[in-house]
């Protein structure tokens, strides 16, 4: 079986980080033994780096990578994506919102696909969270074409190389980054496939995607990037 890297953002996730991490070591650990689990500390304020400190410090399939201030969830996301050092990169977050062992039901789509991108069958959480969602992957289809039905599921397996390839290209780094890896990924000639998964409701800490400050960065980094592609013109595909 390939190598799998599992790499999650956490902002503030004391109260989830360790159990999601042990649901990735168990679930990933039944595919294959060889895999990492990397974690992206976002500048936490509370116990979430040494939560993962302490995993670590007790298996070395997990690592942490810390950053001293919070840089922004694109920013947690793409470092560890740049951290990865396996064959497959599986992204998920640190909340606890989505059943690890659903891996499986990515696995058998990247055999014809360069990415699998799950979409949440239905969505558990709060309803306006919910419109927010809905109108954003609108927003995002309308300027760029269509990618993916649910943009922002952190539920994706993909190919290292499409990181290795059009990692550099991408400058979002706040909540418009997963739509524009997967822009980049399509326009870069990359195949994407789409799998329903389970998505339970929040139980512990506190989302931030709702925020004013969150939505006004993300608003002006689309429109920048809606810019870059203009000016970028035809786009360099890689071959299969």
Same mark, same amino acid.
């Given at each position: 079986m390939t190598s799998i890297s599992v790499t999650m953002p956490a902002?503030?996730?004391? #109260? /989830? &980080? $360790?159990? =999601? &991490?042990? =649901?990735?070591?168990?679930a990933v650990g039944k595919i294959t033994d060889d895999f990492e689990v990397v974690? %992206? /500390?976002?500048?936490?304020?509370?116990?979430?780096?040494?939560? %993962? *400190?302490?995993?670590?410090?007790l /298996?070395?399939?997990?690592r942490l990578v810390e950053h001293p201030k919070n840089l922004g969830y694109g920013a947690a996301v793409f470092d560890g994506f740049v951290a990865a050092t396996k064959e497959l990169i599986f992204f998920t977050d640190g909340d606890c919102q989505f059943k690890l062992?659903? &891996?499986?039901?990515?696995?058998?789509?990247?055999?014809? *696909?360069?990415? %699998? #991108? $799950?979409?949440? /069958?239905?969505?558990?959480?709060?309803?306006?969270? %919910?419109l927010y969602g809905k109108g954003w992957s609108m927003l995002?289809?309308?300027l760029f074409g269509y990618t993916a039905r649910d943009i922002d599921c952190a539920f994706k397996l993909f190919k290292r190389e499409i990181i290795t390839n059009i990692g550099s290209q991408i400058q979002s780094r706040g909540a418009t980054f997963s739509a524009e890896f997967l822009v980049r990924t399509k326009r870069a000639g990359y195949k994407i496939a789409e799998v329903p998964v389970t998505h339970l409701p929040r139980t512990a800490g506190a989302q931030t995607g709702a925020r004013l400050h969150v939505i006004g960065r993300a608003f002006k980094e689309l429109a920048r990037f809606r810019w870059s592609l203009w000016r970028e013109g035809k786009p360099k595909r890689y071959a299969h």
């Open positions: 902002y503030n996730e004391e #109260a /989830n &980080i $360790g159990r =999601m &991490i042990d =649901m990735s070591v168990e974690v %992206v /500390n976002d500048g936490s304020k509370d116990g979430t780096g040494r939560v %993962v *400190a302490e995993k670590a410090a /298996n070395p399939h997990v062992e659903e &891996i499986n039901r990515l696995l058998p789509k990247i055999q014809q *696909a360069d990415l %699998v #991108a $799950g979409f949440r /069958n239905p969505r558990r959480d709060p309803w306006l969270r %919910v995002v289809t309308l």
